[in-house]
């Protein structure tokens, strides 16, 4: 899996901090708790994330997914 591959413009969340890469992402992603990794919009999103890694998936549809659900958690 390739979780080094980079988003073509970095995410800024709100506290400042900056997802550049797949492994920022899923960084995030972990440490939210359990309840809030198994909602809707982050069912939807991992599994997209998970494909751009692994098999050089579409990082930009990878990239929206993450943003509506960064959105959706009021990260953004």
Same mark, same amino acid.
């Given at each position: ?11 800024? +969340? =709100? $506290?400042? /901090?900056? #997802? ?5 992402? %899923?960084?995030?992603?972990?440490? +939210? =708790? $359990?309840? /809030?990794? #198994? ?5 939807? %999103? ?17 990239? %929206? ?12």
């Amino acid at each position: 899996m390739s979780w080094s591959r980079k988003f073509v413009t970095p995410i800024t +969340l =709100s $506290d400042g /901090r900056r #997802l550049k890469t797949l492994r920022d992402a %899923a960084a995030v992603i972990v440490s +939210l =708790s $359990d309840r /809030r990794q #198994l909602s809707d919009v982050w069912q939807r %999103a991992v599994p997209v994330l998970v494909a751009a890694a692994s098999s050089g998936g579409d990082l930009e549809t990878a990239q %929206a997914k993450l943003a509506d659900a960064l959105k959706t958690e009021g990260l953004l």
